[in-house]
């Protein structure tokens, strides 16, 4: 009796370690790169940051941002939370980089605390 309850125990142990750990699947995968959040700063790429507190796609407003995934703009990074972004953001330049500048002074204005959608 008390080895069929050990078994019955282990058993139980073990579904819910799975059943915890389940969730714990690499977030990056099929988006090529390890995600950094919240902001561009934490990216060692060495490169120089167009905005090094963005923490939002501006094409998209997505997160999380990936290293692999960047256009560069005077000589400063900006981060995209996917290669579409990334593309939709180099063809059309003109109709993104306003945009993204005003976040990013309603994010100077939070101190750096704002997200797009946040009002």
Not at 10 to 39: N, Q
Not at 70 to 79: P, T
Not at 93 to 114: C, D, R, V
């Amino acid at each position: 009796m008390k080895k069929r309850a050990l078994l019955i125990t282990c058993g139980v142990v073990f579904a819910l370690s799975i059943a915890i750990t389940a969730g714990c699947s690499d977030p990056a995968a099929g988006r090529g790169g390890d995600p950094k959040e919240p902001v561009a700063n934490l990216i060692e790429d060495g490169a120089t940051k167009y905005y090094k507190h963005q923490a939002w796609c501006p094409v998209c407003n997505g997160r999380p941002l990936y290293e692999k995934h960047y256009v560069d703009v005077d000589g400063k990074r900006i981060y995209f939370d996917s290669a579409e972004c990334a593309e939709k953001f180099k063809s059309n330049q003109s109709k993104y980089l306003p945009t993204f500048k005003e976040q990013i002074e309603k994010a100077k204005n939070h101190e750096g605390m704002w997200y797009p959608n946040m009002g």
